[in-house]
T-cell receptor, first 114, second 116 residues
Framework: DAGVIQSPRHEVTEMGQEVTLRCKPI?????LFWYRQTMMRGLELLIY????????DSGMPEDRFSAKMPNASFSTLKIQPSEPRDSAVYFC????????????FGNGTRLTVT | AQTVTQSQPEMSVQEAETVTLSCTYD???????LFWYKQPPSRQMILVIR??????QNATENRFSVNFQKAAKSFSLKISDSQLGDAAMYFC?????????????FGTGTSLTVIP
């Protein structure tokens, strides 16, 4: 199994630009989570999906953030327009609904907004 | 929502020695899962060990073991014979078994330094 795949690994963009982060979960996993990690706030849950349907987006900071999961093998997190305070590492993780199964994380995308 | 507390932002240990990282959590549930994740500088999140709350026996994975105290809601991680490769951030995580959305709750992490 290739694990959770995220792209890009690094993203540097200018304030005001649109940023799209991508994620391919582990095949067969029906839950997908987006987290943001910063020094100040640690690991924050932004949104998660079950069977491609958004279940809880209460962690999405504001309307500039949006996430989609058009099918079971692909999800995007979009920030438009981006701001310097969005600079963070963004993780995608998937879970296969087995009771003792852990979350499987991707390698994260480090976003820098200048 | 459940809360997970890691009260030690930073810890250090001498190579080959033993170190214990603490984690406490707040819950009213009787059954749940607990995890420790390691995040080295590469930033990859790696599962270290897991514990099922209904099991009284403490989980062990090679040099890593936990001290699970259910009544005290404590879940500490012990690393024996510490190695340089153990240097990383360590996160404690809780997962509810209730149908609350199957969220995972994470602590703020403990940064472990291993001194040669």
């Amino acid at each position: 199994d290739a694990g959770v795949i995220q792209s890009p690994r690094h993203e540097v963009t200018e304030m005001g630009q649109e940023v799209t982060l991508r994620c391919k979960p582990i095949s067969g996993h029906d839950y997908l989570f987006w987290y943001r990690q910063t020094m100040m706030r640690g690991l924050e849950l932004l949104i998660y999906f079950n069977n491609n349907v958004p279940i809880d987006d209460s962690g999405m900071p504001e309307d500039r953030f949006s996430a989609k999961m058009p099918n079971a093998s692909f999800s995007t997190l979009k920030i438009q327009p981006s701001e310097p305070r969005d600079s963070a590492v963004y993780f995608c993780a998937s879970w296969g609904s087995s009771y003792n199964s852990p979350l499987h994380f991707g390698n994260g995308t480090r976003l820098t907004v200048t | 929502a459940q809360t997970v507390t890691q009260s030690q932002p930073e810890m250090s240990v001498q190579e080959a020695e033993t170190v214990t990282l603490s984690c406490t959590y707040d819950t009213s549930e009787s059954d749940y899962y607990l995890f420790w994740y390691k995040q080295p500088p590469s930033r990859q999140m790696i599962l270290v060990i897991r514990q099922e709350a209904y099991k009284q026996q403490n989980a062990t994975e090679n040099r890593f073991s936990v001290n699970f105290q259910k009544a005290a809601k404590s879940f500490s991680l012990k690393i024996s014979d510490s190695q340089l490769g153990d240097a990383a951030m360590y996160f404690c995580a809780y997962r509810s078994l209730l149908f609350t959305g199957n969220q995972f709750y994470f602590g703020t992490g403990t940064s472990l330094t291993v001194i040669p």
